[in-house]
């Protein structure tokens, strides 16, 4: 892949300790300590009521990044286009609806097979926003949000309209846990824009199986970063937040790694 630039107009998140982009920045520059406090339930202000009665915890997570990032740009979100990734999905679902179907009744609730399918997020939000834009939803195990950022930039390039793209997953609990040890909730969400001359930041995007990956100097941030996969998104997130431009090295699949230059507007 040659080199892209992509525009950053707006950003999201939500992790233990780290509850909203506009209370996180301080954090990642290193001015104020981490403490990984539990994130409160998070109602979308954006569903009808009832579609928020029928959404489950990864939903509600992905629109608490998702709806930050849209606040930030006072804009209506129906005409973006939309990148959903998630590296498990809904594994609580996952896990009742195999437990159901192990007993002999095999009855399986019909709200929880309606949450089952990986793009259920995007669809609470396309219902939420009225949007009829392109949507995405996509898995890459551990490489899930370089597969989503990847998807996202070409669609914004490529359509020249502007894309929510959303990382997000939740902890996994018991039997899967076993197999896929999840411990904390991680969302984030960007706003791309291929108009990079009016965008605040600008990445520069290449990939190549050459990369040293950026890591978390905080140890406590380090341990979220590796615990979750959409949390792989945390070096990028903490140059955005920094003063200055950076470069961070992001892994993907099949060992090819994602290597990023950001610069602020007034670089």
Not at 114 to 142: E, K
Not at 212 to 240: F, G, H, I
Request: charged content about 20%.
């Amino acid at each position: 892949m040659s080199e892209m630039m992509i525009g950053v107009k707006a950003i999201g998140m939500a992790a233990p300790g780290l509850p909203s982009w506009a209370e996180a920045q301080a954090v990642l520059r290193g001015e104020s300590p981490y403490h990984a406090e539990e994130l409160p339930r998070y109602a979308p202000s954006l569903l009808p009521s009832n579609e928020r009665r029928r959404t489950t915890p990864v939903g509600r997570l992905a629109f608490q990044s998702a709806e930050e990032a849209i606040g930030v740009v006072n804009g209506e979100a129906s005409h973006l286009a939309s990148v959903f990734a998630s590296s498990g999905g809904d594994t609580d679902i996952v896990c009742k609806i195999c437990t159901a179907l192990a007993t002999e009744e095999r009855l399986v609730s019909p709200t929880n097979f309606h949450n089952s399918v990986h793009n259920a997020a995007a669809g609470y939000w396309s219902i939420a926003t009225g949007s009829h834009g392109a949507s995405t939803s996509l898995s890459a195990y551990d490489g899930s949000y370089v597969a989503g950022l990847l998807e996202a930039a070409v669609l914004a390039l490529g359509e020249d309209v502007d894309v929510l793209l959303v990382g997000y997953d939740v902890q996994v609990s018991e039997p899967l846990h076993d197999k896929r040890p999840i411990d904390d909730p991680f969302t984030s969400a960007l706003i791309l824009t291929a108009d990079i001359e009016n965008a605040p930041w600008r990445l520069r995007l290449s990939l190549s199986h050459e990369g040293d990956e950026t890591v978390m100097e905080n140890a406590a941030l380090e341990a979220l970063r590796q615990n979750n996969p959409s949390a792989r998104a945390l070096p990028l997130l903490q140059v955005l937040a920094a003063p200055q431009g950076g470069a961070v090295s992001l892994p993907g699949v099949d060992g090819l790694y994602l290597n990023i230059q950001i610069e602020r507007a007034q670089d």
